[in-house]
């Protein structure tokens, strides 16, 4: 995607600490590299004002990527008091780092997916994805500029185009979207060598999902939700879609087997409330593989209700629209704060649904995961960077 930078008029928007100043609220001490900025100072641009569109990064300053944009004091809480961002792993020529991503406590290593069927994945009908991990211990103890290697995992052959993944059980849970006519499946994987897997889901009573995208465990129920999109046809690398694009509940002790939401332009990411009560679900219809994007299509995320019976999601509302890309991957903090992938980085809302402010990357990211206490890792494509921050994620290791 090609990414253009409004300057000038958008240029004169931001607020910077030193004007804050002027007004009559106390100054709220900004940590490095972060810029804050006022919503109202963009509200109305004029007959010649910098618009643009859903594909260019809002970047009002020349603050440099990667950065922290501050729209409200709820993410200087989240930040803490001397929060920081860096790569620390990078294949300029490989998207290795695209999605799936998972922590793992005992070894402190970070899982990841590359990108399946897209630009600088080296997938596609012929080849499957890449499973990798990095040492996150390793990174901290780099020194400045150094990075991290990744090294890719020896999988089953069963596990074709990996998309999604979440800790379950002390072990990896894999959604992969299948290839060809290798059917999309949810794997479990030792997260130690021989990586050693099972699968247990390859089909809905006999006919096979399109190309499960992502996964998430209710925080109650212990019962796998996960999305089935139609990205790996419109990847060319899976055949025409032969179900509704939908939302579905596995209970992994029982085996059965549920569609819990419908009515998607695109389905991907899901999360939960640390209460269950509320799913987050997001729709990437925007973003149509060889259909191209159509910005007037969902970039949207959608909550619902968990029925505390059927835990069918049910009351679906906007809860965000997403100003850049599509929101992909979604995680919440242990306060309830919503953070998802989007075209400039990872965008950030409270519990009532403002945009409070963004991971600024300049760039893609697909997917994030908090790896214990203030530290997010995110993934960009060719890039991973490590934010350590104040706020703790609510992936709690089911
Ligand atoms: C907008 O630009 C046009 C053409 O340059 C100019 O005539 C007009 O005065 C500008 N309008 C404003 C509000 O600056
Ligand atoms: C950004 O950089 C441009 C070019 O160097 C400069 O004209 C502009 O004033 C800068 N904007 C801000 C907000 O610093
Ligand atoms: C954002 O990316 C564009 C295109 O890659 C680049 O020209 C620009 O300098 C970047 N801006 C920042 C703030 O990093
Ligand atoms: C990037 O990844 C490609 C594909 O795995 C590999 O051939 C290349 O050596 C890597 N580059 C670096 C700098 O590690
Ligand atoms: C990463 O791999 C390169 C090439 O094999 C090696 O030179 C470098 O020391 C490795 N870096 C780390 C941190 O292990
Ligand atoms: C891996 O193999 C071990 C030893 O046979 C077994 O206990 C474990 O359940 C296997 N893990 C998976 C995910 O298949
Ligand atoms: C974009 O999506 C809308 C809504 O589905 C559709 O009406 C329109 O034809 C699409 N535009 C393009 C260029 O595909």
């Not at 925007?286 to 995320?301: D, R, Y």
């Amino acid at each position: 995607m090609t990414i253009l930078l409004t300057s000038g008029l958008l240029a004169c928007l931001a607020i910077v600490y030193t004007s804050y100043a002027t007004s009559t609220a106390a100054p709220p001490k900004l940590p490095p590299q972060s810029v804050l900025t006022d919503f109202k100072s963009f509200a109305v641009l004029g007959a010649n004002g910098s618009f643009r569109d859903g594909l260019t990064p809002f970047n009002p300053t020349n603050t440099t990527a990667p950065s922290f944009q501050i729209f409200n004091d709820d993410f200087l809480t989240i930040l803490g008091n001397n929060p920081s961002i860096r790569v620390i792993a990078e294949n300029d020529t490989f998207a290795f780092a695209h999605e799936a991503p998972i922590w793992m406590p005992d070894t402190d290593e970070v899982f990841f997916a590359s990108n399946d069927g897209g630009a600088l994945g080296m997938s596609d009908l012929n080849h499957n994805n890449q499973y990798s991990f990095i040492s996150l211990k390793a990174a901290e103890n780099l020194g400045k500029g150094q990075l991290v290697n990744f090294t890719k995992l020896p999988l089953d052959s069963s596990i074709q185009m990996t998309n999604g993944g979440t800790p379950f059980r002390n072990q990896l849970l894999l959604v992969n979207s299948g290839r060809g006519p290798l059917p999309p499946n949810i794997a479990l994987v030792n997260p130690k060598p021989p990586f050693n897997s099972t699968i247990i889901l390859d089909n809905f009573i006999g006919r096979q999902f399109n190309s499960l995208n992502d996964v998430k465990i209710h925080p109650q129920s212990k019962a796998i939700f996960f999305t089935d999109t139609i990205y790996g046809f419109l990847n060319n690398f899976r055949p025409p879609p032969e179900l509704p694009i939908q939302v579905y509940r596995l209970d992994p002790d029982t085996g059965d087997l549920r569609v819990v939401a419908d009515q998607f332009n695109k389905c991907n990411g899901i999360a939960f409330s640390p209460d269950g009560n509320t799913a987050f679900v997001t729709d990437t219809g925007v973003s149509g593989g060889f259909m191209g994007f159509n910005q007037t299509l969902p970039a949207t995320i959608y909550a619902y209700d968990v029925d505390p019976v059927t835990q069918m999601f049910k009351n679906r509302r906007v809860f965000a629209y997403t100003d850049n890309g599509v929101p992909d991957g979604i995680e919440l903090d242990s306060k309830g704060n919503v953070y998802s992938g989007c075209g400039d980085g990872i965008q950030v809302w409270n519990p009532s649904g403002q945009l409070i402010g963004k991971f600024f990357l300049n760039t893609t990211s697909a997917n994030l995961a908090f790896a214990g206490q203030g530290r997010l890792v995110i993934m960009a494509e060719t890039k991973i960077f490590l934010a350590n921050i104040a706020a703790t994620g609510n992936n709690l290791l089911f």
